[in-house]
Nanobody
């Protein structure tokens, strides 16, 4: 089982970026998939999640209306589309998968983690 996050980079405030989480060894429609982020010196926080039980989407309040999580079952990949990026969105973004199928806020809820991809928002 493996999760591979990619798509990070350096963008200016107000720009968009899409990060991807490619899964292998399991199918993304059978697990809850979440995106977390961790800024330097900060704790890792949940950004968004898609539940497999009922397809419910969850978002951190500060990203609502700007970020969109989606999944492509054919590509076995989950995406996080990030629009109107702000400097405070700068962090390493990680994807995680839970066999339970439901989204949780605790890091320990998730069974598998990717290595992360760095997103830097700066002018």
């Amino acid at each position: 089982v493996q999760l591979q996050a990619s798509g990070g980079g350096l963008v200016q405030p107000g720009e968009s970026l899409r990060v991807s989480c490619a899964a292998s060894g399991f199918t993304v429609d059978a697990y809850a998939i979440a995106w977390f982020r961790q800024a330097p010196g900060e704790e890792r926080e949940g950004v968004s999640c898609i539940s497999t039980r009922d397809g419910t989407l969850y978002y951190l309040d500060s990203v609502k209306g700007r970020f969109t999580i989606s999944r492509d079952i054919a590509k076995n990949t989950v995406y996080l589309q990030m629009n109107t990026l702000k400097p405070e969105d700068t962090a390493k973004y990680y994807c995680a998968a839970s066999q339970d199928g439901a989204c949780g806020s605790e890091l320990g809820w998730y069974d598998y983690w990717g290595r992360g991809t760095l997103v830097t928002v700066s002018s």
